[in-house]
């Protein structure tokens, strides 16, 4: 097992969850709560067999809304919790962003925890104490800064995960290699795809590693902290336009963000052409020509990272180093 404390929060790596109640001091299994995700209930119910007060959230970013969140907070109360009471969230981001929006608000915040059973989760989006929902198809527009007391990453959960969703996992990864480290991104290139799950506790903890560097500086998404969203102002438009899987989508995203990079000259070819090898080493895409450019544009000038027509945008110098550029959405246009 490998331990990492970030302000209040510890994160244990490489265990299991049986081990749960023997890491947790002062734990309490009468008065602890879990929201798990549907599916990992299903695959991994044997794991769960003696738990009580569980409250299933269903598969999906749907489950993601206030008027669930109102549903799972009746549940709790129907249950008997109370401001003492622990909740877990065991699951994707769907679930980890529920759970700590609901312990931050339920009773004014009681404690909480997350067991991340997807390789985005563990490597993502347990990390950082962002913990929001979705208002109107606005994603994460309500939400919290609130980290858990822990993070418990078990990878046999990850057996049970599809490809698809192991790949938009290594998107992030990739995503954390290209903007932070060299070495990460090296391991990726040299990476047999038939080794990924025997060597994950590398990647996840390199990724975590890059993660918690970039968000202890930055808590509020000020500056350093938007270097997380390489690839994700193009990658956001072509997921809500296109609905390809969010890895699909942040691929495409980085391939804009690097072609722009590579016109304005920041981002010499060679590089540019390691990271397309990466991403296609993983299945991938790389081939933007099918996408409408304009119709992206457009919508990314309406998201709510775009303030007076300029935005935020995360430009490499080289891998492993990248920087927030401001541009306007016509430079983007001629990028
Ligand atoms: N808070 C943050 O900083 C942050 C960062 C990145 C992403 N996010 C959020 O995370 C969410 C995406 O997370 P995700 O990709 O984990 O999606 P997810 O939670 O929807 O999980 C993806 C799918 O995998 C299934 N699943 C989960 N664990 C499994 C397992 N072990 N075996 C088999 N199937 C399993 C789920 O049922 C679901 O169908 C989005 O809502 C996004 O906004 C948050």
């Given at each position: 097992?490998?331990?990492l404390n970030y302000d209040h929060?510890k994160?244990y790596l490489?265990?299991y ?8 001091e002062c ?8 929201l798990?995700?549907?599916?990992v209930?299903r695959l991994?119910h044997?794991?769960?067999a003696?738990?009580k ?6 598969s ?10 109102s549903?799972?907070v009746?549940?709790?109360l129907?249950?008997?919790a109370?401001?003492?009471?622990y909740l ?7 679930t980890?962003?529920i759970t700590?929006f609901?312990?931050s608000?339920?009773?004014?915040g009681i ?5 991340p ?5 563990m ?9 929001g ?5 606005v994603k ?5 800064f ?17 490809n ?8 992030e990864?990739?995503k ?20 990924l ?16 560097d ?7 998404e000020?500056n350093?902290r ?11 438009a ?5 609905g390809?899987?969010h ?17 304005m ?7 540019n052409?390691?990271i397309?090898?990466?991403l ?16 992206v ?14 935005i ?7 891998i492993?180093?990248?920087?927030v550029?401001s541009?306007?959405?016509?430079d983007l246009i001629?990028?």
């Open positions: 097992m490998k331990l929060t994160i490489d265990t969850f049986t081990n749960l109640s023997s890491l947790l734990f309490s299994e009468q008065n602890t709560y879990y798990i995700d549907e599916n209930l991994h044997s794991k769960f003696s738990i007060n569980l409250i299933i959230i269903p999906g970013e749907n489950s993601k809304s206030l008027n669930f969140i549903q799972i009746s549940n709790l129907s249950l008997g109370n401001r003492k009471s877990i969230g065991i699951g994707g981001g769907v980890t962003d700590g609901v312990a608000v339920f009773m004014r404690s909480f925890g997350f067991i059973t997807t390789l985005l989760a490597c993502d989006a347990s990390i950082g104490g962002k913990n929902v979705n208002l109107n198809s994460n527009i309500v939400g919290v609130n980290n858990p007391d822990f993070i418990l990453i078990d990878y046999s959960f990850l057996k049970t995960l599809s698809e969703e192991l790949v938009n996992g290594f998107a990864i990739i954390h290699a290209c903007i932070a480290s060299e070495d990460l991104f090296v391991k990726l290139e040299n990476i047999s795809q038939k080794n799950l025997k060597n994950i506790d590398d990647f996840i903890y390199s990724s975590i590693l890059i993660k918690l970039i968000v202890l500086i930055d808590k509020k000020e350093q938007k270097l997380l969203n390489f690839g994700h102002t193009f990658g956001h072509i997921e809500s336009i296109y390809f899987s890895g699909k989508s942040i691929s495409l995203g980085m391939v804009f963000a690097n072609q722009i990079a590579t016109k000259g920041y981002l010499d070819t060679n590089q052409t390691r397309l090898n990466v296609n080493s993983f299945n991938l895409p790389s081939d933007i020509s099918s996408i409408n450019k304009k119709e544009l457009e919508l990314i000038y309406n998201d709510k990272k775009a303030i007076k027509s300029n935020d945008f995360i430009i490499l110098n080289n492993g180093e990248a920087f550029k541009l306007k959405v016509i001629d990028g």
